[in-house]
Antibody
């Protein structure tokens, strides 16, 4: 069973870059079984899909996001990463990595809270 | 993008009671709708996909129905572990979007 674990700083200054990593265990990130994806959840609010990366390197980003983002793969470490640039307080959220298959988010990491504050 | 609305926002019930709550889409999503359960402090868990298919390990007391723009998640008899927030999500159009959730509490 594939398991995912997010890691990264819990505090980011405004206008800086938020960087998170998802470590995949129990499976290979260069598998075609899943799209590797990031989702965030604002405090007491709903869920927002950030985007995905496929093992080929193809990506998709939610055009509704205000902060530009980049998702990348590191196959040597079986990890994928998220970078969100020029963050503001509105980017404060719990960030989840998850697998996307068949259009649905099947497996999730436990989530990591990132606060944007000076 | 497709906007999903859920009602009611909160539902107060007791163990053993049945529950039904709604997800409405701003345009047709065919049957491409899923439901997730989120227990406080945990990540969401996929319950139902493509309107009515239970994900692996999901008890039979959970069922989904609907099509087009109107969908319902039904829990036949609430167990203590079912008190949680339930989100719907559509995969008909990009970007995939979620509803704001229905909180089921005692």
């Amino acid at each position: 069973q594939v398991q995912l674990q997010e890691s990264g700083p819990g505090l980011v200054r405004p206008s800086q870059t938020l960087s998170l990593t998802c470590t995949v265990s129990g499976g290979y990130i260069n598998s075609s079984d899943y799209y590797w994806t990031w989702i965030r959840q604002h405090p007491e609010k709903g869920l927002e899909w950030i985007g995905y990366i496929f093992y080929t390197g193809s990506t998709y980003y939610n055009p509704s996001l205000k902060s530009p983002s980049t998702i990348s793969l590191d196959t040597s470490k079986n990890q994928f990463s998220l970078k969100l640039r020029s963050v503001t307080a509105a980017d404060t959220a719990v960030y989840y990595c998850a697998t996307l298959g068949g259009g649905y988010f099947q497996l999730w990491g436990q989530g990591t809270l990132v606060t944007v504050s000076s | 993008e497709i906007v999903l609305t859920q009602s009611p926002a909160t539902l107060s019930l007791s163990p053993g009671e049945g529950a039904a709550f709604s997800c409405r889409a701003s345009q047709s999503v065919s049957d491409y709708l899923a439901w997730y359960q989120q227990i406080p402090g945990q990540a969401p868990r996929l319950l139902i996909y493509d309107t009515s298919n239970r994900a692996t390990g999901v008890p039979a007391r959970f069922s989904g129905s609907g099509s087009g723009t109107d969908f319902t998640l039904t829990i036949s008899s609430l167990e203590p572990e079912d008190f949680a927030v339930y989100f719907c999500q559509q995969r008909a159009n990009w970007p995939f979007t979620f509803g704001p959730g229905t909180k089921v509490h005692i």
